[in-house]
């Protein structure tokens, strides 16, 4: 047996592929590509949150805030350990994202205007991206699927708190009722659009499923998400801004309209409304944060 | 290039009684840093009562693709299984 058909058998097989293990080159290359740009999405998703701190509306809403922040640093971190043992440095994986080499979920460069914002970003953005990562945690690459298991026991907190304060305001003064409206209408197409292209334009889906990475293809995982949501919506008063989405008895989902592509395409490629500040924001923070980096070495070295 | 420190491998023991089992890595500068880190990483909720770290480049670890070979003493001995011995009919409690 060919080292291919020992790893294709182990797939097939549903035995994870660890860090040691013989694996195709194509395999790592899309691992690494995959699990750095989710690792980017959780770090430079900090910032759009983050925005909102100083002046979340009670104290509570901050400490909650400030922990929900301090769970995306750490499903960065987790991500970021489980994608170098694929051989590659954090440092490098660091590199790629501020030469905009590397990518991250285009969601996060649209701007946080007001507080209705943080509702609708932990309602949708991290409701689709649940939905997503629940899947993940079937994953071929043993050190993905583990990252996936724990970043999904600590992400339905992260839900619940947008929904919270999204039904809140959707239930409270006309005015807050319109800011969530408002939320809503900004945040349900890109949020929709994180699933990634339809099935039959994604390039790299085919090997994704073969190896055992990817369980699920993009059009199921959106249909999953909008079936859950509508519900949700419905129910405390607010309407999702597509004229298209009607419940079909027939397939037993929603049917919805068409995503506008060309705009996700092009604020991928860097002309969305915050591409610039984000990775600025991330080099900025990381240059500033350089002088901690080696005074901790030179401590560490002096006491070894 | 810019130097993140060294990994660590972290273990947690989540209540007394139990073993350490291994639940990622870290990166820190120093024993003292990724203990922090590990705690600031691994245990946001209650998730453990004792947490060990070691480099990561202290650990040996086996080669999966000599498993046959190294493994291959233990493979040859059902007699170290209970099931291998064959008691007494209407023998109990053993």
């Known amino acids: 047996m060919t080292d291919l058909d020992k790893f294709l058998e182990k797939i097939n097989n549903n035995i994870k592929i660890e860090p040691k ?3 195709p080159d194509g395999y790592r290359k899309h691992l690494q590509r995959q699990m750095s740009q989710h690792a980017h999405s959780e770090v430079i998703g900090m910032q759009p949150e983050g925005n909102w701190i100083t002046r979340a509306p009670s104290l509570r809403a901050k400490v909650i805030l400030l922990a929900k922040v301090q769970d995306e640093a750490g499903h960065g971190q987790y991500l970021y350990s489980a994608a170098e043992t694929l051989g590659k440095s954090r440092a490098v994986y660091i590199e790629e994202l501020q030469s905009r080499k590397a990518k991250y979920s285009s969601i996060f460069n649209y701007p946080t ?14 409701g689709a991206a649940i939905v997503n990562q629940v899947s993940l945690q079937k994953t071929s690459y043993g050190p993905y699927a583990r990252a996936m298991v724990k970043i999904c026991k600590e992400e339905s907190f992260h839900q619940r708190q947008g929904y919270e304060i999204i039904s809140k305001m959707a239930l409270g003064s006309p005015e807050q009722k319109e800011m969530a409206q408002d939320a809503m209408n900004r945040f349900w197409w890109p949020s929709i659009m994180m699933f990634g292209p339809h099935d039959q334009d994604s390039a790299r889906s085919g090997d994704a499923m073969k190896w055992g990475i990817k369980i699920e293809s993009n059009d199921d995982l959106r249909q999953k998400f909008i079936d859950k949501t509508v ?3 419905e129910l405390i008063g607010l309407t999702i801004p597509d004229k298209d989405l009607k419940w079909n008895e027939e397939t037993k989902h929603y049917d919805f309209g068409a995503m506008d592509w060309d705009e996700f395409w092009s604020v991928v490629n860097g002309d969305g409304p915050c591409n610039d500040d984000r990775i600025n924001h991330h080099i900025k923070a990381h240059e500033e944060g350089r002088w901690v980096r080696e005074a901790a070495n030179a401590y560490a070295e002096k006491n070894n | 290039m810019d130097n993140q420190g060294d990994i660590w491998e972290v273990f947690i023991q989540s209540k007394p009684g139990l073993a350490h089992k291994h639940v990622g890595n870290i990166h820190a500068m120093g024993k003292e840093m990724a203990l922090q880190n590990a705690r600031d990483m691994y ?5 453990g009562t004792c947490i060990w770290v070691v480099k990561f480049a202290d650990i040996t670890s086996s080669i999966p693709e000599e498993d046959g070979s190294f493994f291959e003493p233990s493979n040859d001995k059902i007699y170290r299984q209970a099931v291998h011995y064959i008691m007494p009919e ?5």
């Open chain 1, 21 to 23: 293990d013989w694996m």
């Open chain 1, 113 to 126: 205007l007001n507080w209705a914002d943080m509702g609708a970003v932990g309602w949708l953005v991290d």
């Open chain 1, 231 to 233: 519900a949700q919506a």
């Open chain 2, 43 to 47: 245990t946001r909720r209650q998730e």
């Open chain 2, 90 to 94: 209407g023998s109990k409690n053993i």
